[in-house]
């Protein structure tokens, strides 16, 4: 039968403050974790990634953090812009590491102006 | 400019044929990716390669085949015995050698069934 897609967790905030996107996973042997950025009708842009002997990374404007004790992960984005709407996914890799990934379902970010 | 390409875009299937996309990397990755994603999900490996002239099956490789003569290509047939594969197609690459590397993703193609 025809197959219904699930609702997609989503997020709104004004443009200009910060935004903090969850992700829980699964596996406790997972020792690489990344993020992804999707706009409508286009593949995913990796966004930052980071290993699990690490607990934060920083990047332009992000940031990930790493809770390895409650199997947690963050995305922060400071300042958000118009064009910082999009899906975002978090994927994690198992014994595989960059190579089996397992992707979350993804979380729909809205800017408001 | 580097990068990985899709094609066609969009593609429409008949019943009872077999459907070929095209992927092409021009990043010199050893590693080639097919995933699926459904409307609100998250993206399923469908095959992915380490090398030229071996590929390994994903989370959902029934009703889909791959080749990988060239390091560069990583075609996707869509048999007819793939019941339901309305769908985004997504074709990624990255280094498999040493530390982990992210993969990066083409534009995707759509699948629709006529």
């Known amino acids: 039968g025809e197959s219904v897609g699930l609702h997609l967790p989503t997020l709104s905030v004004q443009e200009g403050d910060n935004s903090i996107i969850n992700c829980a996973y699964s596996?406790?042997?997972?020792?690489?974790f990344i993020w992804y950025k999707q706009e409508s009708g286009k593949g995913p842009q990796f966004i930052i990634d980071i290993r699990s002997n690490m607990d934060k990374r920083q990047g332009q404007r992000v940031t990930v953090l790493l809770n390895k004790t409650v199997k947690h992960l963050s995305l922060q984005i400071a300042a958000t812009q118009p064009g910082d709407s999009a899906v975002y996914f978090c994927?994690?890799?198992?014994?595989?590491?960059?190579?089996?990934?397992?992707f979350g379902q993804g979380t729909r970010l809205t800017i408001n102006p | 400019d580097g990068g990985i390409t899709q094609s066609p875009k969009y593609l429409f299937r008949k019943e009872g044929q077999n459907v070929t996309l095209s992927c092409e990397q021009n990043l010199n990755h050893d590693a080639m990716y097919w995933y699926r994603q459904d409307p609100g999900q998250g993206l399923r490996l469908i095959y992915y390669?380490?090398?030229?002239?071996?590929?390994q099956k994903g989370d959902i490789a029934e009703g889909y085949s791959v080749s990988r003569e060239k390091k560069e290509s990583f075609p996707l047939t869509v048999t007819s015995a793939q019941k339901n594969p309305t769908a985004f197609y997504l074709c990624a690459s990255n280094r498999w050698q040493g530390s982990n590397q992210p993969q990066h993703f083409g534009d995707g193609t759509r699948l629709s069934i006529l």
């Open positions: 596996n406790s042997a997972s020792d690489y």
């Open positions: 390669s380490q090398i030229v002239n071996d590929f």
């Open positions: 994927a994690e890799g198992g014994n595989g590491g960059a190579q089996k990934l397992v």
